[in-house]
């Protein structure tokens, strides 16, 4: 079964176009969202299994320029 996880992502001022459209083409994102607060996107991503899932954030997400932060929040159950 896949394990599912929101990444919420800070970025550089007016650099939020940008970062999402790249983050959009990495394997396993299934949503990219604008959000308001302290966040400026909020990204669903689906992998294999949780090591899959940190693999993606530290080596495909973590790569793209101008991104500042990350929070990653594993899904343990779903409605």
Excluded: R, W
């Excluded at 940008?18 to 909020?42: C, F, N, R, T």
Aim: overall charge neutral; some cysteine; charged content about 20%.
């Amino acid at each position: 079964m896949a394990v599912k996880a929101l990444v919420l992502v800070e970025v550089a001022v007016g650099k939020m176009e940008g970062v999402a459209e790249a983050i959009q083409k990495i394997k396993g994102v299934k949503s990219v969202d604008a959000v308001a607060g302290p966040y400026d996107l909020a990204v669903m991503v689906e992998a294999a299994d949780v090591g899959a899932i940190g693999a993606l954030v530290t080596k495909d997400i973590h790569a793209i320029p101008n991104l500042s932060k990350t929070t990653t929040c594993v899904v343990v159950k779903s409605f």
